[in-house]
């Protein structure tokens, strides 16, 4: 395999998933809370879930057109988000009802 190829590859997954001007959000999930609990973003952002607490959390999105669930986070991990679309949305947490982090994507 030549070099040249070799630059390829490594460049173009870069270039694919990393628009210049796209933000990564952090959002905390501890105390039974997101921090913080509304977020302003725009499509090709990314929003990334950390699970500072010793529990166990989850981000799931029960409203149409942007459902997903993201699976557990246990404590110290983190899921990341990529939003695709605008609109807003709650995200919630299957362990903790009240749980919600309200997200507006422009
Ligand atoms: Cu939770």
Do not use: W
């Not at 529990?55 to 409203?63: E, G, R």
């Not at 749980?99 to 507006?104: F, G, Q, S």
């Amino acid at each position: 395999m030549s070099f040249d190829r070799i630059a390829i590859i490594v460049c173009l997954p870069l270039l694919a998933s990393t628009p210049a001007s796209a933000a990564d959000i952090t959002v905390t999930m501890a105390g039974g809370a997101y921090q913080p609990a509304k977020i302003s973003a725009a499509v090709g952002d990314t929003i990334r879930f950390r699970n500072d607490d010793d529990a166990d959390h989850n981000v799931f999105v029960p409203t149409v057109g942007h459902a997903l669930d993201l699976g557990k986070q246990e404590p110290g991990q983190e899921a990341v988000l990529t939003l695709g679309k605008s609109g807003t949305f709650d995200v919630e947490c299957v362990f903790h009802p009240g749980m919600l982090t309200i997200v507006e994507v422009k």
